[in-house]
Nanobody, 126 residues
Framework: QVQLAASGGGLVQAGDSLRLACVAS????????MAWFRQAPGQERDFVAS????????FYADSVKGRFAISRELAKNALALQMNDLKPEDTGMYYC???????????????????WGQGTQVTVSS
């Protein structure tokens, strides 16, 4: 059974940093793109950042460029998201996802990803 276990969320103040981690099991995603999405209450799931196979390319939503950094640990089949200078609008459930349908990191629709983790909650207070 494939699992994407995300962790690292929490309650922080505006301007703080958090690092999210995701460990994949049941399938090796090294040669496939992975990404983070987030969902605020009552909102749709929004793209945050993605990284291509082998970690060669990255792609960010405009709202997080310069503040967030996505990376992957290939040997551990893991994904990370370093989030700096957090803002209240960054609040939401963050999901680790992977796609075996495409080899490109430039995919920002939830429909492009066929594996989803359970999410980790990030709350940023003002």
């Amino acid at each position: 059974q494939v699992q994407l276990a995300a962790s690292g969320g929490g309650l922080v103040q505006a301007g703080d940093s958090l690092r999210l981690a995701c460990v994949a099991s049941g399938r090796n995603f090294t040669s496939f793109p992975m990404a983070w999405f987030r969902q605020a209450p009552g909102q749709e799931r929004d793209f945050v950042a993605s990284i291509g196979p082998w970690g060669q390319t990255t792609f960010y939503a405009d709202s997080v460029k310069g503040r967030f950094a996505i990376s992957r640990e290939l040997a551990k089949n893991a994904l990370a998201l370093q989030m700096n200078d957090l803002k209240p609008e960054d609040t939401g459930m963050y999901y680790c996802v992977a796609s075996t349908w495409t080899g490109s990191a430039y995919r920002s629709s939830p429909n492009d990803y066929n594996y989803w983790g359970q999410g980790t909650q990030v709350t940023v207070s003002s």
